[in-house]
């Protein structure tokens, strides 16, 4: 990926080409090997970085000025430091393995109109006086270029996290094998999140046709052809969203009884099914294999007098260090879904369905590190009338009560 993205941006290219030791990490563009003078007059090399922003697979024009460098504060050439150039000295983890230690700001009137023109600006900027000293001190270094490409989960770079400065907290959902359980509108929505996430895989499970009620309470828009072929859903969804993760597996079959050691490999299921006899024994099993999980459910009511819909979005979390609340207060129904639920019947709900998903995952987000979670809490409801969040089962409430 990264030999293909330098290939296809005419800027990152010629940094290459001119000999310039280039490398693409996480969305961060890195120079490295640039030389500077420190306050003892002698020369060191650091690693100039910029975030990249990307059309697909090519460099567009930088979104900002600034640029980031690893290395000591550098100098002039008598070890003055470069005081109007470094904005801010202080180490900030931009991704995994880069550690910025200054922050640099030189703006042209114009702007930078690409990559060559802003890292070469400030490569200058820094290198000049170490050049000014010897002239063989030259970021100009024509290494060696492996044919690697730099495998992610993605089919192209994730420029949102690198542009945000979060990489380094986003990597904390790159572990793992997820699996999302019934692709209905909650579950689907759950994929639609998920794959946005640097999560080591997702299994997609689910026996069903998606259908043209399905279309209006899941992400996307469906087109009629589509609808028409009649697609499983784990299909349909498969060919939507692996052009964006590389690791989703479709799995056309519900889980039952008989099936349900395929989710051994998992370290985390979204359970996103109706079926209650279903939802009993896969819940019985992920709490045999110390397996995390989060259940989704919708209760739905058609309230005659205002002839409007009410009702509540839950999200209910297991895990290995608390599972008593599922069963003790019964959190999860294990019942089959009433016939007169509307959840059942009317299929305008789509922000519902989203709302669950984003709760969920959200929830899961917050298991992995990536939000911080103060409460802990592993059952909450969303109640549409009134707009009211209620959280409830608190992981230290429980855990002071049985002595831990």
Request: net charge negative.
């Amino acid at each position: 990926m990264q030999q293909q993205l330098i290939n296809h941006s005419p800027d990152l290219k010629r940094l290459r080409d001119e000999g310039y030791h280039l490398e693409i990490v996480d969305g961060f563009l890195l120079i490295r090997d640039v030389p500077y003078v420190m306050p003892s007059k002698t020369i060191e090399r650091g690693t100039l970085v910029s975030a990249l922003t990307l059309a697909g697979n090519i460099a567009t024009r930088p979104a900002d000025h600034v640029a980031h460098f690893i290395g000591q504060h550098p100098c002039s050439r008598e070890g003055v430091p470069l005081t109007k150039l470094v904005i801010q000295s202080q180490s900030h983890v931009l991704a995994p393995g880069i550690i910025a230690n200054h922050m640099f700001s030189s703006k042209p009137a114009a702007g930078y109109p690409d990559y060559y023109e802003k890292m070469t600006s400030y490569i200058n900027l820094v290198a000049n006086p170490a050049t000014s000293l010897d002239d063989t001190a030259t970021a100009r270094t024509f290494p060696v270029i492996e044919d690697k490409a730099q495998e992610t989960v993605f089919a192209y770079v994730d420029t949102a996290s690198s542009r945000a400065r979060i990489a380094a907290v986003s990597n904390k959902l790159a572990a793992g094998k997820v699996a999302i359980i019934g692709l209905g509108g909650t579950g689907a929505y759950v994929l639609d999140l998920l794959a946005k996430t640097p999560v080591q895989e997702i299994h997609l499970f689910d026996g069903d046709v998606f259908s043209q009620h399905n279309a209006f309470r899941s992400p996307g828009a469906a087109s009629i052809e589509a609808l028409r072929s009649s697609p499983l859903k784990v299909d349909y969804f498969y060919e939507q969203y692996s052009r964006m993760h590389r690791y989703v597996f479709p799995h056309p079959e519900y889980v039952a009884d008989a099936n349900v050691q395929q989710l051994q490999e998992m370290s985390f299921v979204f359970l996103c099914l109706d079926n209650g006899a279903a939802k009993l024994g896969i819940v019985q099993y992920l709490e045999t294999m110390a397996i995390s999980f989060i259940d989704v459910g919708m209760g739905i009511y058609l309230n005659a007098s205002a002839n409007a819909l009410g009702g509540i979005v839950r999200v209910t979390t297991s895990t290995p260090q608390q599972r008593q609340h599922v069963h003790a207060n019964q959190r999860i129904s294990f019942g089959e879904a009433p016939g007169g639920n509307e959840y059942q019947q009317n299929i305008q709900i789509a922000d519902l369905n989203a709302l669950n998903a984003t709760l969920a995952v959200i929830k899961w987000k917050k298991l992995c590190g990536f939000y911080l979670d103060l409460e802990n809490e592993y059952h909450s409801t969303y109640t549409i009338d009134g707009n009211n969040t209620l959280n409830e089962d608190m992981l230290h409430e429980i855990a002071t009560k049985i002595g831990a």
